[in-house]
């Protein structure tokens, strides 16, 4: 039995059953990394204690004969951007090198609580701030698909480990696009719930408004397991939606016979390569087979999506990243005589280039005399680019869009030039600003065998009809 | 050229941050880029447009428990003690680049 290609119901039975135990699970998936990970750069810090004492645990109930939760003795990796108690989260940041929380995120939490094994922390662009994993201030990542390119990003770590099965599940973080992107680009599925779907509580701020916590994995059904586990209502976090979390596992059955999916034509415009498009539009053709009905809709403002989310987003992150000042937690500079140096020097020599330079726009934007012109103007168009949604959600059930206008890109490629690598996101921004949930689900490969990703993005909460048409999608594939 | 290397240098002191030279000439250049990019949004009108801070306070309310105020879905009820009870001074401590045990230390503030 290969111990390392399983699902979460699969590794979970094996475990119940005592075919395998949860530390060999977790032994297998550790030997997977020693042996995949040089090369590829998913993981930053190993958890290797925590995950055998965990599995030590499950391994127990499982001889005791208790019927294992949700998770047990599954193998999963966490982004290195939710705090876990006693293992060191650096946020892909040289700032947080050496930071050892003394608390646990919400999502970590409940993972385990339903018998996760985390085996380590997965590697991201600093801050969660990039599109490639090129950011990370430690190594990039590299696409297990093929190493000369990138894997996407800024869940690029997740994204890979699970692509390489060195986890089964991972957790990432969605921003702009980067649970999805990466998804796309790995050929794994990326889910990001509807804003306030899950607590983000010990998730490192990013971009308040817009950050989201989801899974990345290899099954659609995946990827509803670890939403049931992580979504609801947290008192930690005041934006976490106080609604019944359905089942979404029960209801990914249900047929998508007659559901109207919209396509927009703004997402099939100019950018957008020919293999995708491709790809992308045999993927309609298919659900359209499996008794979808096709709707042609309008969301006229997306074009204007990637300024307002580089405005909303750099300047929510100019304020959360204040705090990293050398006093409490973050690195301190060696040498320094006054404390406006400290902080000063701290800082410079702390943050890598994207994020001091996306702090500057933030500042910039928020700055007087600039603050209507930049800020103001962007959260009134987030407006308008959330009527779109509004408007096309009375007309359709889920919208279906290619996940990037492109398949994974070379290491170095975009890298010099900021504004090329915005534009990856410009798919997936638009989901993070009106707050609706989205998912990449695998759709084909270019004829370099690199992956391509169909987007699907639906109501507010309504996780539960996106993740029925992926589901359906996969099955029919 | 809408932001001078002037701008760069007073923004960058706004955010704490000390720039070389030379990444002061890739800021200039970076922000200019950006910025004009960004200046697309101009052709919209939105003199009747709302802000929109974020999307809580239009989805994921539960109506039963939804009062006049805004945000008074995410009100509770005061705990004195706190959601969590406050980290015990030695792990507050733990992670601080200076200390003394008993607080953060940090370079002289006030000269005399």
Redo the contacts between chains.
């Keep these: 039995m290969d111990l390392t290609s399983l699902t979460i119901d699969a590794a979970r039975s094996v475990v119940q059953e005592r075919r395998t135990s949860a530390l060999a699970l977790a032994e297998a998936h550790y030997a997977r990394i020693q042996k995949e990970d040089g090369q590829v750069g998913a993981f930053l810090t190993l958890s290797k204690e925590r995950a055998l004492e965990q599995a030590d645990r499950i391994d127990r109930m499982a001889a005791e004969g208790k019927p294992l939760p949700a998770l047990g003795g599954v193998p999963v990796g966490i982004k290195d951007v939710m705090v876990t108690r006693g293992v060191r989260t650096t946020a892909g940041s040289k700032i947080l090198a ?3 929380p ?2 646990d995120c919400t999502a970590v939490a409940r993972i385990e609580a339903a018998g996760a094994v985390v085996l380590g922390k997965a590697n991201c662009d600093e801050f969660a701030m990039g599109s490639s994993n090129e950011n990370s201030a430690f190594r990039p990542v590299r696409n297990p698909r093929d190493l000369t390119r990138v894997p996407g990003g800024s869940s690029g770590g997740p994204a890979a480990a699970v692509a390489a099965d060195m986890a089964v599940v991972a957790l990432g973080s969605d921003t702009g696009g980067s649970i999805r992107q990466p998804a796309s680009f790995c050929g794994v599925v990326g889910l990001m719930p ?4 899950v607590s983000r509580y010990g998730l490192i701020a990013f971009a ?2 817009l950050d989201h916590i989801g899974p990345l994995a290899k099954t659609v059904k995946d990827a509803a397991i670890v939403l049931r586990t992580i979504a609801g209502r947290d ?2 976090d ?2 976490s ?3 019944p979390v359905p089942d979404y596992v029960a209801e990914l059955d249900k047929p998508v016979r007659g559901l109207k999916l919209g396509v927009a034509k703004e997402y099939f415009g100019e950018g957008l390569d020919d293999e995708v498009r491709q790809a992308v539009e045999a993927a309609i053709d298919k659900l359209k087979r499996l008794g979808c009905e096709i709707v042609p809709v309008s969301l006229p ?1 997306t ?2 999506a ?3 989310y ?2 909303v987003a750099t300047a929510e992150a ?1 304020s959360n990243l ?1 705090r990293y ?8 500079a060696p040498g ?10 701290s ?2 020599e702390g ?1 890598g ?1 994207e994020v ?2 996306r ?3 933030g ?2 934007a928020l ?1 007087a005399g600039y603050y209507d012109a ?1 800020y ?9 680019l ?1 009527r779109d949604f509004e408007e096309a959600f009375t007309k359709v059930d889920a919208i279906v869009t290619p996940t990037s206008p492109t398949s994974a890109f070379r290491l170095g490629e975009k890298s010099n030039d ?2 090329a690598m ?1 534009l990856a996101d410009v798919y997936t921004v638009t989901a993070d600003l ?2 609706i949930p989205g998912i990449s689900v695998p759709c084909g490969e270019t004829k370099e065998k690199l992956p391509i990703g169909l987007q699907i993005l639906g109501r ?2 309504d996780e539960a009809t996106i993740l029925q048409v992926a589901h359906a999608f996969e099955q029919a594939a | 050229m809408k932001v001078t290397e002037k701008d760069v240098a007073y923004v960058a002191g706004l955010a704490n941050l000390e720039l070389t030279q030379e990444e002061q000439a890739g800021m200039v250049r970076d922000l200019n880029s950006i910025l004009q990019y960004v200046d697309r949004l101009n052709e919209l009108d939105t003199s009747n447009v709302a802000p929109m801070a974020q999307v809580s306070g239009r989805y994921g309310v539960d109506g039963s428990k939804q009062g006049t105020e805004r945000f008074s879905y995410a009100s509770r009820e005061d705990i004195p003690e706190g959601l969590r009870k406050s980290l015990p001074r030695e792990e507050a401590l733990a992670n601080a680049p200076d200390s003394d045990g008993m607080f953060f230390k940090v370079p002289k503030v006030i000269e005399r």
């Excluded at chain 1, 320094?336 to 020097?345: F, G, I, N, P």
């Excluded at chain 1, 103001?376 to 308008?384: D, F, G, I, N, S």
């Design positions: 050496n930071y050892i003394p608390y509807t804003y306030g779907r308040s408004s008192p930690m005041s934006t939606a106080d609604l403002h074009p204007y990637i300024p307002t580089y405005l100019s204040a000042d050398g006093v409490r937690y973050s690195y301190r320094v005589t006054s404390l406006a140096e400290m902080y000063r020097s800082r410079d943050f280039t001091k330079r702090i500057m726009l500042t910039y700055s930049y103001l103007k962007a959260q009134k168009v987030r407006t308008l959330l900021p504004l915005y009106a707050g507010h909460f």
